[in-house]
């Protein structure tokens, strides 16, 4: 079982930057697949980034590409989430999740999901 903790988000004003936390509970927590995903209201959840268990392998949603920086601290066993230039469609609840394996973009892949943080950007 693995329990997961996310800090970080708050009311930000468009252009400034945030980092998202999220610890994790796991012993083995480097061997995880380590995902961000956000969901907007009324919008279905969307794909953010993840990360692999050794952290050299990174994807990014298409849409994401620039902007966000995922990166995680096996020694902490946290994951971490850096955006820039916040947009007003960035505001969204981010979860992230975990999974054992391969990398995926999808939700449904993912077993372990934290309970979200909000992020809000004013224009």
């Known amino acids: 079982q693995v329990q997961l903790v996310e800090s970080g988000g708050g009311l930000v004003q468009a252009g400034g930057s945030l980092r998202l936390s999220c610890a994790a509970s796991?012993?083995?927590?480097?061997?995880?697949?380590m995902g961000w995903f956000r969901q907007a209201p009324g919008k279905e959840r969307e794909f953010v980034a993840a990360?692999?268990?050794?952290?050299?392998?990174?994807d990014y949603g298409d849409s994401m590409k620039g902007r966000f920086t995922i990166s995680r601290d096996n020694a902490k066993s946290t994951v971490y989430l850096d955006i820039d230039s916040l947009k007003p469609e960035d505001t969204a609840v981010y979860y992230c999740?975990?999974?054992?394996?391969?990398?995926?973009?999808?939700?449904?892949?993912?077993?372990?999901w934290g309970q979200g943080t909000q992020v809000t950007v004013s224009s």
């Open positions: 999740a975990a999974k054992r394996g391969s990398s995926a973009t999808i939700p449904q892949a993912y077993d372990y």
């Open positions: 796991a012993r083995t927590f480097s061997l995880y697949v």
């Open positions: 990360i692999t268990w050794g952290g050299r392998t990174a």
